[in-house]
T-cell receptor
C-alpha cells in the first residue's frame, strides 16, 4: 500500500509555456503533500509544503507565483510551473504522508517528473 | 535543521554486507533517524527508521549508537539492485517535512 503516482513522468515544453504536474495518493488520503526539485547530481531540495484546502507554504527562495501549488483534495496536489524557462528544467518529485500519521512516520514518494524546457 | 553527515560514496561487492554510516552529533532527544534511498531516475524510497533501539525490517537493519550521535544502515547482502543514493535524515518534533542532505552513493560491484 501507500502508493503515490505522479503524472506525467516526462514532459518537454517550450520556453514561456506552463506545465502542470499531478501528484496523487492512490490508496490513502494525505492532508499534506510535499514538492521537491532535484537538479542532476544534486540532492532533493524542498520547494513547498502543500496542505489540503489551504495555501501552500513555500521554502525560502522559491517563487510562489512561478510554482503554483493546488491541493484541492485529500488525494491530489498539482504543481504548475508557469512561464517555464530552460533553467526550470529539473526532476520534480512529490511526496505524501498518510492523513493522521505522526511526524516520524515515513513519507511516500512519487517517481518524479522530468521537465525539459527548450 | 539538525544536520547529518555521510560519506559521498561507498563501494561494495555483490552479496557482501554493506555498512553505511551517518553522523548526527546535534540530534535532539525526540528526533527520529530515517533512511531513504533513491535509485536512478526514481523518487526516494523509504528504507527504515528508528529512535533509540536497533531496528530490522525486510530491507535492512538500523544500528543506532548508544549516544544517538551516529547510526549505521546495514544491508546484509548487497545486490546490484541496491545501487542507489542512500539518505540519512532526521525528523524533528513538530516538523512535517524532510530535508535531504547529499547522501551516500553506493556502487555494487558484480
Amino acid at each position: 500500500g501507500a502508493v503515490v503516482s505522479q503524472h506525467p513522468s516526462r514532459v518537454i515544453c517550450k520556453s514561456g509555456t506552463s506545465v502542470k504536474i499531478e501528484c496523487r495518493s492512490l490508496d490513502f488520503q494525505a492532508t499534506t503533500m510535499f514538492w521537491y526539485r532535484q537538479f542532476p547530481k544534486q540532492s532533493l531540495m524542498l520547494m513547498a509544503t502543500s496542505n489540503e484546502g489551504s495555501k501552500a507554504t513555500y521554502e525560502q527562495g522559491v517563487e510562489k507565483d512561478k510554482f503554483l501549488i493546488n491541493h484541492a483534495s485529500l488525494t491530489l496536489s498539482t504543481l504548475t510551473v508557469t512561464s517555464a524557462h530552460p533553467e526550470d528544467s529539473s526532476f520534480y518529485i512529490c511526496s505524501a504522508r498518510k492523513q493522521g500519521a505522526p511526524y516520524n512516520s515515513p513519507l511516500h514518494f512519487g517517481n518524479g517528473t522530468r521537465l525539459t524546457v527548450t | 535543521d539538525a544536520k547529518t553527515t555521510q560519506p559521498n560514496s561507498m563501494e561494495s561487492n555483490e552479496e557482501e554486507p554493506v555498512h553505511l554510516p551517518c553522523n548526527h552529533s546535534t540530534i535532539s532527544g525526540t528526533d527520529y533517524i530515517h533512511w531513504y534511498r533513491q535509485l536512478p531516475s526514481q523518487g526516494p524510497e523509504y528504507v527504515i527508521h528508528g529512535l533509540t533501539s536497533n531496528v530490522n525490517n525486510r530491507m535492512a537493519s538500523l544500528a543506532i549508537a548508544e549516544d544517538r550521535k551516529s547510526s549505521t544502515l546495514i544491508l546484509h547482502r548487497a545486490t546490484l539492485r541496491d545501487a542507489a543514493v542512500y539518505y540519512c535524515i532526521l525528523t524533528q518534533t513538530g516538523a512535517n517535512n524532510l530535508f535531504f542532505g547529499t547522501g551516500t552513493r553506493l556502487t555494487v560491484i558484480p
